[in-house]
């Protein structure tokens, strides 16, 4: 049974930069696509990026130029750099996994599989 766990979350002031991991167990990363969602209190989910077995990735325009995403194989782990993290990026981040590992974009319905979450709190 696949499963992701995420980590790295926590509180920083804006300007600073955090890096989430979602380590994947049960199966290899590479067979699937990854995407990374958050959730603001009172507001829907939404993708933020995501990674395809070949390499593609996606931004939302909202974090296009600040988040980084990346696999790293060796430790079937896919990681988020977020830079310059703002107030509104404020959320739980949630990595999830598409069976269909070509998919390059961050549509939840097409997801599999889901961890559970980390919050990243971004205040003054």
């Known amino acids: 049974q696949v499963h992701l766990v995420e980590s790295g979350g926590g509180s920083v002031q804006p300007g600073e930069s955090l890096r989430l991991s979602c380590t994947v167990s049960?199966?290899?990363?590479?067979?699937?696509?990854i995407g990374w969602f958050r959730q603001a209190p009172g507001k829907e989910r939404e993708g933020v990026s995501a990674?395809?077995?070949?390499?593609?990735?996606y931004y939302s325009d909202s974090v296009k130029g600040r988040f980084a995403i990346s696999r790293d194989n060796a430790r079937n782990t896919v990681t988020l750099q977020m830079n310059n993290l703002k107030p509104e990026d404020t959320a739980v981040y949630s990595c999830?996994?598409?069976?269909?590992?070509?998919?390059?974009?961050?549509?939840?319905?097409?997801?599999?599989?889901w961890g559970q979450g980390t919050q990243v709190t971004v205040s003054s």
């Open positions: 990674t395809n077995k070949i390499g593609s990735t």
């Open positions: 999830a996994a598409a069976t269909n590992n070509l998919l390059q974009y961050p549509i939840e319905n097409f997801y599999d599989y």
């Open positions: 049960g199966a290899t990363v590479d067979d699937y696509a």
